[in-house]
């Protein structure tokens, strides 16, 4: 009876702990997590972290009254106008922006502070594995590494044969010296006349040294000839960047358009480098790769002046202490090769290298070619959907870009561009050398005008 | 026999020989070899360039403040600099309230606004405006809503004006970045014209069907 009892009492105390959160699952956390990820986390870290808006976590302690919480989530610009001064401080700390109005009832509402409140383990702000970047940059120094080592092994072995010929020598003239004393000869020195040997060699074996003189000269001026051609064709050129941009991961994976960075191509005759505020588009929210982690990325943000941490742009950037940044970004970063690596990119300019280059006696525009000649991007480029780091893929050389005048039709169809020019044509069939059936390609256009390109 | 042998020796010798000559390694940081190089280079810096004449070390600089471009605003619209509305809720509020669309009706407007948002709006916005593009579902998997944006036909987005969506477009909004820099005035209002067709589909799909919702189902 007494058992019973006790164990009734242990149930009541059990059944009042547990109490609130019983009242707390009606306003349940997991429905909480669903509406908060619709609504909420475009601008808001569950953590203290801040994004657009500031990190929820302790929302609650904040603010004294639950009610006017409700009623700031639910519309904050009505709410503003009670003149609450916790929140016009908030307005006034994120420059005058507002939530927008939510239709959300007050247990929806009451939901998502709960999910806040208690976010579990995966809320934490998604992290990317880094084991695969730093593996990679592993392997990445380790053929320095290599490289360093075979020259100092290079370097090894040439000081030990200067070593090995002068001791040889040291212990010659010794000899030279207790001969000299002892009133003996002193050792020949062995004249090894290499090229009168081979001088005579040759004179005795004439057919193979013909053989020998023909093979080389054939194959070197093969070579030669294949050398000379490279001049100046830069085909397969693929230089280290300063940020390590992968144009498979943004192009082929995540299928961003070529013309969302390089949107100059259209208009003007050159196809440009993004500026770094196109790249924080995306990476204000995106602050680690699957690649590299933040090391790559944080190089923008230095450049830039993003503060990562807050999730804001430094104020007055360019007058603040290199110093302090450096030691910002390196803390940021965690890791002293990574920190270094950024310190170059404070304040400064990112100076990408350019690859594709024509010399100054060539014009090329690019708006001619991809906005009018409808030509596409991989025609000239490549597939740089599929490229690490990005290299030439076409040759760029003069007779290069004439097979393609000769073979391209000019798409005047579909082209308004062309309309004049093609009615005029039209009009005049049998005065020119256009005729019915006949390829219209850019050589028939003046595409092989040496003034089209050489003025 | 022996005479054959020789003679095989000595191809093998050439060979090598003409083999160490190509073994001369290439560096990837190097383009190769010029020729008159005088030619290839201008004295003129290049777009682009590095440039010590300038204190930011550039050779692109931005236009002087009040700069009219003529070439792609020829219809005389505002352009960055001149853009009449602040970049504060008066100023938001002012521009909902006052821009209108100045092009017309034409489908060719409409066209181009279709493929500027194929290329500048679709990786985040998707094709259907729903908040599904590519970006934002590689984000998703990895538990990252920060480009996550509302449907157009959401209840939240699907009533906003078009002045509200070309300054949303001109100064960003939320952590979408300000898109003037890569679209001219002209192009930023065709996007508007189409971006107000995905607001209310004509196919009649569930207006009150949120991103959350569409990506939920995914």
Same mark, same amino acid.
């Given at each position: ?119 579990? !383990? ?112 830069? !085909? ?220 | ?34 020729? $008159? ?138 952590? $979408? ?42």
């Amino acid at each position: 009876m007494r058992n019973v009892l006790r164990h009734a009492r242990l149930v009541l105390v059990g059944l009042i702990l547990a109490l609130p959160s019983y009242m707390r699952a009606e306003v349940s956390a997991e429905q909480g997590k669903q509406l908060f990820k619709a609504n909420c986390a475009r601008c808001h870290y569950v953590t203290d972290k801040r994004f657009v808006g500031p990190g929820l976590a302790g929302v609650q302690d904040r603010w004294s009254d639950e009610g006017n919480l409700l009623a700031w989530i639910r519309n904050s610009s009505d709410y503003l106008k009670t003149g609450d001064s916790y929140a016009t401080k908030l307005f006034e700390e994120y420059n005058g922006s507002v939530m927008p109005a939510f239709q959300l009832s007050d247990d929806e509402i009451k939901s998502i502070l709960a999910y806040i409140a208690d976010p579990g !383990e995966e809320a934490a702000p998604a992290t990317a594995s880094t084991d695969g970047a730093a593996a990679a940059e592993g392997g990445q120094t380790g053929g320095g590494d290599n490289t360093l080592l075979t020259y100092i092994l290079i370097g090894v072995a040439v000081v030990l044969l200067i070593l090995a010929r002068s001791l040889n020598s040291v212990s010659k003239a010794l000899e030279n010296v207790r001969r000299e004393k002892a009133g003996e000869e002193p050792i020949q020195e062995e004249s090894i006349n290499v090229v009168g040997k081979t001088v005579a060699w040759m004179a005795k074996n004439k057919r193979i040294t013909a053989v020998i003189a023909i093979v080389l000269v054939g194959a070197l001026s093969y070579k030669g000839f294949v050398a000379l051609n490279t001049i100046g064709v830069y !085909e397969g050129y693929q230089p280290k960047q300063p940020i390590a941009f992968s144009h498979k991961l943004h192009v082929g994976q995540n299928k961003i358009e070529c013309q969302y960075c390089h949107s100059t191509v259209e208009k003007s005759r050159h196809a440009n480098i993004p500026s770094a505020n196109v790249c924080m588009n995306c990476h204000k929210a995106v602050q680690e790769g699957p690649q590299y982690g933040k090391n790559e990325i944080t190089k923008i943000y230095a450049a830039v002046g993003w503060n990562p941490e807050k999730n804001e742009y430094f104020k007055d950037y360019a007058k603040m202490d290199k110093e302090e940044l450096a030691s910002f970004y390196g803390s940021y970063l965690g890791d002293e090769k990574a920190a270094a690596a950024v310190e170059p990119f404070i304040q400064s300019n990112i100076e990408w290298v350019q690859i594709h280059k024509l010399p100054d006696h060539a014009y090329f525009n690019h708006a001619q070619h991809v906005k009018v000649g409808k030509v596409e991007c991989t025609t000239c480029h490549g597939e740089v959907g599929e490229m690490e780091e990005v290299y030439q893929h076409s040759p760029l050389t003069m007779g290069w870009c004439i097979n393609c005048h000769r073979e391209t039709e000019v798409q005047y169809a579909t082209n308004g561009y062309y309309e004049r020019l093609h009615q005029y044509y039209k009009e005049h069939k049998g005065e020119y050398e256009m005729r019915e059936g006949q390829a219209f390609t850019v050589e028939k256009i003046g595409g092989l005008e040496c003034s089209k390109c050489h003025y | 026999m022996k005479r054959n042998l020789r003679f095989s020796y000595a191809f093998v010798l050439a060979f090598t020989a003409t083999g160490l000559f190509s073994c001369i390694q290439t560096d990837p940081n190097s383009p190769g070899y010029e020729y $008159m190089p005088d030619m290839y280079y201008s004295i003129a810096y290049r777009p682009g360039e590095a440039n010590p004449n300038y204190a930011d070390g550039k050779t692109n600089q931005p236009p002087v403040d009040g700069t009219v471009a003529q070439s792609h605003d020829s219809l005389g619209m505002i352009n960055f600099s001149s853009f009449p509305y602040a970049n504060s809720p008066e100023g938001r509020e002012k521009a909902i309230a006052e821009l209108k669309n100045p092009l017309g009706q034409s489908a060719y407007h409409l066209d181009e606004g279709k493929r500027l948002y194929n290329v500048y709006c679709i990786a985040c916005h998707g094709k259907e405006g729903k908040g599904d593009g590519p970006v934002v579902k590689v984000l998703l998997a990895k538990d990252n809503y920060g480009l996550q944006p509302p449907a157009y036909s959401s209840d939240q987005l699907k009533g906003i004006s078009e002045g509200q969506i070309f300054y949303a477009m001109h100064f960003g909004k939320g952590n $979408m970045g300000s898109y003037a820099s890569q679209l001219s005035a002209v192009e930023r209002w065709q996007i508007t014209r189409f971006v107000q067709t995905l607001q209310n589909p004509v196919g009649g799909s569930d207006s009150t069907a949120t991103a959350a919702d569409t990506t939920a189902s995914k």
